[in-house]
């Protein structure tokens, strides 16, 4: 059962312009959503994360975006830079008990120079 | 500088053997975890541990065995029993929720 989805594998984007990647989720009870970016043969690496009391979180050039009602959250990258070609996995987790994170399969960011 | 240091970065390993990916943090963090990527199927949670002495099996947990004798370190190895161990290993740990995983650099296993 995934509980967390990244419909897209792939995205290309020309450098300047804007990334969006797309997340899924299915459980309402998650409580933080999280993205993460990571390079091949590297572990991640954290980038923003948005509580689920929130609708938007922003730092620097990512933005997250929450839908509540759709359960469905993005990350937007403005402007994109051939650095931010990396996978980046979208994750959620919830309060109480152990902390336990579900991760998407992960959406292949290329930005064109 | 703190972070978390798993070694060896390769590992190769013969039919039937058992072996220990090193997991080291000094972030000071309570929460470790263990998980493994294999391509197109994101990171899958093999075990966890809140605290010293307690670990909880993740979804993945068949033939893998973990310890937490340290706050600083949770090994983990991947016994003859793990019928499919090649896989990229990861390991984390956290403040707590909301606030992100601190990654390892990760280990690659592979079975020759």
């Known amino acids: 059962d995934q509980q967390v989805k990244q419909n897209s594998p792939s995205l290309s984007v020309q450098e300047g312009r804007i990334s969006i990647l797309n997340c899924d989720y299915t459980n309402s009870m998650f409580d933080y959503f999280l993205w993460y970016k990571k390079y091949p043969a590297e572990g991640p690496t954290f980038l923003i994360s948005?509580?689920?009391?929130?609708d938007k979180n922003e730092d620097g050039r990512f933005t997250v975006f929450l839908n509540k009602s759709a359960k469905h959250l993005s990350l937007h990258i403005v402007p994109s830079q051939p650095g931010d070609s990396a996978v980046y996995f979208c994750?959620?987790?919830?309060?109480?008990?152990?902390?336990?994170?579900?991760f998407g399969t992960g959406t292949k960011l290329q930005v064109i120079p | 500088d703190g972070g978390i240091t798993q070694s060896p970065k390769y590992l190769f390993r013969k039919e039937g053997q058992n072996v220990t990916l090193s997991c080291e943090q000094n972030?000071?963090?309570?929460?470790m975890y263990w998980y493994r990527q294999d391509p197109g199927q994101g990171l899958r949670l093999i075990y966890y541990s809140q605290i010293v002495n307690d670990f909880q099996k993740g979804d993945i947990a068949e033939g893998y065995s973990v310890s937490r004798e340290k706050k600083e370190s949770f090994p983990l190895t991947v016994t003859s029993a793990q019928k499919n161990p090649t896989a990229f290993y990861l390991c984390?740990?956290?403040f707590g929720t909301g606030y992100g995983y601190t990654f390892g650099s990760g280990t690659r296993l592979t079975v020759v």
């Open positions: 994750a959620a987790e919830s309060l109480g008990g152990y902390q336990k994170v579900t």
């Open positions: 972030l000071n963090h309570d929460a």
């Open positions: 948005i509580s689920s009391i929130k």
């Open positions: 984390a740990s956290t």
